[in-house]
């Protein structure tokens, strides 16, 4: 839950193709088509049509880097969900909001944390994180300091070292995933720079922070 909800900002992102299902998008006139789906190997595909007719037959996905290695071969879909709507997601950038209709948060624990982001930030910086596996980033607005991190299908706890607060005392409040996908567990305690908090991210979940200068 705290995945879909409470990590960070919101990201609009289409649903992925439920495996053996395609996704098609047409034109308004229907006559240019895109197509993504699953082929027997597990591999993303995706083809254009005009008119019904194949312009660019099936053909794999590949991930081009301008600073990393082309990945390509071997590239295949472990799993897939899909829902509608839009979910949140950690956006680094300038600008953050809240998407989806404001009344299904309100009534999911944790909404206190979402109505507390802001919709800009002052800085942003990397925590820790593995491609495919985990990621956990810290934004600043102000002196407040927001961490947020997520998970791949398998459950960890990430540590998240303090060091980039300031002097003086603080005050973590904590949004973790509880016993089950509706749940979340909210802790607060006294904090420093020099200290580590433990994020514990259930499957395909995800954990906040929101820190605050103690007065």
């Known amino acids: 839950m705290l995945r879909h909800i409470l990590t960070s900002t919101a990201l609009p992102c289409p649903a992925a193709p439920a495996l053996g299902q395609p996704l098609i998008v047409a034109s308004p006139d229907g006559r240019v088509s895109a197509r993504v789906a699953i082929d027997a190997q597990n591999r993303p595909t995706y083809a254009l049509s005009f008119r019904g007719r194949d312009v660019i037959a099936p053909s794999p996905f590949g991930l081009a880097f ?99 607060l300031g002097s003086g005392k603080w005050t973590a409040n904590s949004w973790q995933d509880g016993s089950s996908s509706m749940e979340v567990l909210r802790s607060t305690v006294p904090v420093a720079a020099g200290d580590t908090l433990q994020l514990k991210l259930a499957p395909s979940g995800g954990g906040v922070l929101r820190l605050i200068p103690s007065r």
């Open 66 to 164: 301008e600073r990393y290695q082309t990945l390509s071969s071997g590239m295949a879909v472990q799993g897939s969900s899909s829902r509608s709507g839009a979910d949140s997601y950690p956006l680094i950038g300038k600008a953050s909001s809240v998407r989806d209709s404001p009344d299904n948060y309100r009534v999911q624990s944790g909404f206190d944390f979402v109505q507390s982001v802001p919709s800009a930030w002052d800085e942003t910086r990397s925590i820790s994180g593995a491609l495919g596996e985990h990621v956990a980033i810290a934004r600043r607005k102000g002196r407040d300091w927001y961490v947020g991190a997520m998970t791949n299908e398998q459950g960890r706890s990430v540590a998240i070292p303090l060091t980039f």
